[in-house]
Nanobody
Framework: QVQLVESGGGVVQPGGSLRLSCAAS????????MGWYRQAPGKERELVAT???????NYADSVKDRFTISRDNALNTVYLQMHSLKPEDTAVYYC???????????WGKGTLVTVSS
């Protein structure tokens, strides 16, 4: 079993920055993809950014040039550095770990990011 624990959410003013972290523990297979998704009130969960263990990244158009995803493979930890935050970035951010061998998805419990003045 795999557990994902997110941290770093909070309240920030428009234009501010936050850094989210997600640590995976348990039976983590080294070849995987980790990333972040978010869900705003009344909306469906959407992709924010992902990064494979090999370094390939994917970003939603809405966050390109503002957010950066990185990871420490040795620590099984993924980070999301968010700059120039906007009110529309307000959402619960969920960490995701996808293991291609078997196509298994794991999710964290989520961390709330609120962008408000």
């Amino acid at each position: 079993q795999v557990q994902l624990v997110e941290s770093g959410g909070g309240v920030v003013q428009p234009g501010g920055s936050l850094r989210l972290s997600c640590a995976a523990s348990g039976r983590v297979i080294s070849i995987n993809r980790m990333g972040w998704y978010r869900q705003a009130p009344g909306k469906e969960r959407e992709l924010v950014a992902t990064r494979t263990s090999g370094g390939t990244t994917n970003y939603a158009d809405s966050v390109k040039d503002r957010f950066t995803i990185s990871r420490d493979n040795a620590l099984n930890t993924v980070y999301l550095q968010m700059h120039s935050l906007k009110p529309e970035d307000t959402a619960v951010y969920y960490c995701n770990l996808w293991i291609p061998l078997g196509g298994v998805d794991y999710w964290g419990k989520g961390t709330l990011v609120t962008v408000s003045s």
